[in-house]
Each structure stands twice: as structure tokens, then as C-alpha cells.
């Protein structure tokens, strides 16, 4: 496939610029407004930049920098007249039974795979129609084109953030999701790794076990540990470990249905000063659960989400439908039960690799 970009002033231009040197098959793959670079582009309008793909198969061949059809004049321009006429068909949206059809094949096999990764319904159907409409109803589309758009509007809707801007870290979420093996191994990375002073905090005493299972960790890696029984003792947590530079917050986890609990737990948080408010969800979570929780959780004031379990499914839509509920920032993915090596930084190419089954 072979791609290009055109620096053009307007879509008009883009397009004659494109049928001219990549022929009528060329798609449009994104386009923009950008500056130039340097003093001149400053101070001069923006130009708009189009990025065009046409496969290497395709019917034109280059020659000393011309593209020459290899078909006769006569055919030529009755191809040219037809693809005109299909084209005004198309700005009418009354497009022939037949090549409407033709159209949702291109589209078929990528709605497939986006139902197969369990993305939202909703979401699929906007995804598809900003292709549809990004597209011209003159030029043909394939299959690897479709795909190339569709990786970059994934990628756009994908959402990441430093994996710090807070002193104070919290995870939030349901029950059994795998919030306390992150967090050791979040406070692995920052001690060990990125040599920084760490303490943990766990409010998470509901649980049999919970208290026994984090202090366990904080043995072996050394990290003190604190545990707070009620709303008014977490301040007091704070100030013993302010000599860290990083504290790490662990929560009961709690089941999405119990808003009692849910508030209860909320109402710890209320005491904090403002933090990053991790909430930490299964990656094997069903669509409809995932809003439940998003909804449920709301009165937490997470900002930042974590998925678990990513080794436990191959459908990774859930990451997307995340942020798509929440427009919040994917941080953390969780791959694994080992501590603390089964972490990794959310990356939108790689996301949207997983996601459209594409080799990275
Ligand atoms: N396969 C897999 N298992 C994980 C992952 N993260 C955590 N687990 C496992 O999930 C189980 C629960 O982990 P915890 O860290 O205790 O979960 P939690 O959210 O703190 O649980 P509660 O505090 O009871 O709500 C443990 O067996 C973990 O080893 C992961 O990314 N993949
Ligand atoms: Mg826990």
C-alpha cells in the first residue's frame, strides 16, 4: 500500500492533486488543518494536510513521476463518467441497492471484529458512521483501508495520561478485581524501579484476611504499611508516612449493587486531599456490568481507570467502552498474577492493536 501526504489549501485541491497522482482508488485515510513548519508557516494560513493510500496493485503504474491508466481513452473516460455519476449518487445518499450493499462489505468484516471485542453497540455504530462519512463516494474503499481508519479513530478515542501527577494514589472498585495485587506491584515500580520513597495505606478492613494479605507484601518489599480503621484515622496515616513521596491508598472492594457500602467507603475518601482515584476493573467484566460500575462508583470521584485480568480474555473492547463511558484516562493494564512484573503503561497503539486482532 502505498501512502501519502498532500499539503493542500483546500479538500478541492487535496482531491484533484490525489485522483491525479494516486489515481481514482486512492482513499482519503485523515485529514486536517495543520501549520507549516518554520517562521513563513507561521504567519501563512493553514494549509490542510491529507494523508491518501492506494494499494501497490492498483491499476495505475508511476512513470517519471505521471500515472498512466492502462486502460484505452475511450474506456477511460467512460469509467470517468460513471464514477462521476455514482459519486453525485452518493452526495444524495441515494445510492443503488447493489453498491450501497457493496459498501457495507468493506465495512462487514471490521463491525465483526468490533462485535467480537464486545464494544458497545453504540459505539461501533459511531465509529462507523464517521468512516462512512469521512470517506468520498468516489473513491473505492478495501478492506486494509477501512482498517487503517479504524485504528486511527480508536486511537483517537483511546485515552492515557502520565502515570503520575498526584503524591496520593487510591484504587477503588469491586470486589476480587485485583486491586491490591496492583498496587504492590504500582508501589514495586515506583520504589524499586523509579527509586522513590513509598508508603501504603490500606482501608481495607472488611475483609478477613485483607490485612494479613497486604502486610504480607509490605514485608517482603519493605514498604511501611498503615491501616486505617476509621474516616478520621486516615489523616492521621497520612501524616506518619508524609516523609514518603508516594502513598498508595488500598480500598475494600465492594460490590456494585451495595451503594450502602459504596458510600461508606466514599465517605473515607472524602477526607483526602486531592488524589488520583484509580478505579480498577476486570477487563473480563460484561458490557452491561462495566456501566453498572462506572455509575455505581460514581460517588468515589475516580479520575484515572485500571484494567485487570487481561490475560483472562481475548475481547479488549472493554478497554475502549471504559473510556468511552467515562472520558476518562486508562493508565494501568494489569496482565497477570505476578508481582511485580504482570503491569504494564496503557498504550493506545498497542490497545488498538489488541483490538483490531493486528500484530504489533
Ligand atoms: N489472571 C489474573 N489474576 C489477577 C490479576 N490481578 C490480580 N489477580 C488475581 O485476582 C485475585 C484477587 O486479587 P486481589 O488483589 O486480592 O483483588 P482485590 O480487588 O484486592 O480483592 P478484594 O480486596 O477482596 O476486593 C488474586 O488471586 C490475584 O492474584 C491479573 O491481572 N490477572
Ligand atoms: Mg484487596
Sequence with gaps: ????????????????????????EAVIVQSRKV????????????????????????RFKEQNNTYEIELGEKIREELGQLKAAVSRLAARDSIPGEIKEKEREELKRWRQRLQQQE???????ELMEEIKHGLLGEIQLTEEVVGLILRN?????????????????VLVG?????????????AVRYALYQ???????????????????????????GLPLEVVMTPKDLQQALEKLSYCQRI?????????????????????????????????????????DLKLICENFRCMNYNRLIFTKLDETDSYGILLNGVYLTGLPLIYLSTGQNVPDDICLADKDKISSLILGEEE
Design 1 to 24: 500500500m502505498k501512502i501519502r501526504k498532500y499539503y493542500v489549501r483546500d479538500m478541492k485541491e487535496g482531491m484533484l492533486r490525489i485522483r491525479e497522482e494516486l489515481g481514482p
Design 195 to 221: 527509586g522513590e520513597k513509598v508508603g501504603i495505606i490500606t482501608i481495607d478492613h472488611y475483609r478477613i484476611g485483607a490485612i494479613e494479605q497486604l502486610q504480607t507484601y509490605a514485608d517482603i518489599t
Design 153 to 169: 479513530k480508536i486511537r483517537k478515542r483511546l485515552k492515557t495520561a502520565p502515570e503520575k501527577s498526584s503524591s496520593i494514589q
Design 174 to 186: 469491586p470486589t476480587g478485581v485485583g486491586k491490591t495485587t496492583t498496587l504492590v506491584k504500582m
Design 248 to 288: 498508595l491508598i488500598d480500598t475494600a472492594g465492594r460490590s456494585t449493587l451495595n451503594l450502602a457500602h459504596i458510600q461508606e467507603l466514599a465517605n473515607y475518601l472524602g477526607h483526602l486531599p486531592p488524589a488520583e482515584i484509580f478505579m480498577v476493573i476486570s477487563a473480563t467484566t460484561k458490557a452491561r
Design 35 to 58: 501549520r507549516l513548519k518554520g517562521l513563513k508557516g507561521f504567519f501563512a494560513p493553514r494549509k490542510m494536510e491529507i494523508t491518501a493510500a492506494v494499494e501497490n496493485n492498483s
Design 119 to 125: 464494544l458497545f453497540d453504540e459505539l461501533i455504530d
